[in-house]
C-alpha cells in the first residue's frame, strides 16, 4: 500500500510535535532549574495564601500520587508548607514557604528567558498563528478520544 504525500506530511507534523516536546522538557528543566509540572504547582500556590490539596491537584489537573510527589519533594527543599487539617486528618493544605515565594521570581524570569529563546525569531502574527494552530490540534486530540 503506497501512502500518499498528503499523509506523510501530515504524520511528519505529528512527529514533529512529539520531537519538540521530547526535546523542550529537558532543555526548560536544565534552563529553569525546575520542572514545568512543578513550577505550575508553585504558581498556583504564589497566588493563594494557602489552598487543599485536592484543590490544587484539580486546578493543575495531574493525579493525586503525582501532586503528593511533587509537594513532598518542593517540601524536602524548603519551598512549600504541607499541614494537616487539625479537624479533619484526612485534608492537608499547602502554602509556599517565604524561600518558595523568593525562587519563584527566580523560576518567572528563568521561563521568560527560556521562552523567549524559543520565540525569538517569530513576528507577533507568526506566534499568534502558531497558538490558533496548536490549539485546533489539542482541541481534536481532546475530542479524538
Known amino acids: 500500500m503506497l501512502l500518499s504525500n498528503s499523509y506523510i506530511d501530515d504524520e511528519k507534523i505529528i512527529n514533529r510535535l512529539y ?3 521530547r526535546r523542550t522538557v529537558p532543555k526548560f ?3 529553569t532549574g ?3 509540572t512543578r513550577l505550575e504547582l508553585l504558581h498556583e500556590l504564589y497566588e493563594v495564601e494557602e489552598i487543599s490539596q485536592r484543590a490544587l491537584q484539580k486546578k493543575v489537573n495531574i493525579d493525586h500520587a503525582a501532586v503528593t510527589r511533587h509537594l513532598k519533594q518542593l517540601e ?3 519551598m512549600v508548607i ?3 487539617d487539625p479537624k ?3 485534608f492537608t493544605y499547602v502554602s509556599l514557604s517565604e524561600e518558595g515565594r523568593l525562587k519563584i521570581i527566580h523560576y518567572r524570569e528563568e521561563k ?3 521562552i523567549s529563546g524559543v520565540l525569538h525569531d517569530f513576528s507577533e502574527e507568526e506566534r499568534k498563528k502558531l497558538l490558533e ?3 485546533r490540534i489539542q482541541r481534536n486530540i481532546e475530542i479524538f478520544e
Open 19 to 21: 520531537e519538540i516536546h
Open 29 to 31: 528543566e536544565s534552563c
Open 34 to 36: 525546575i520542572s514545568q
Open 76 to 78: 524536602d527543599k524548603g
Open 82 to 84: 504541607r499541614r494537616k
Open 88 to 90: 479533619d486528618q484526612r
Open 112 to 114: 521568560e528567558r527560556f
Open 133 to 135: 494552530m496548536l490549539t
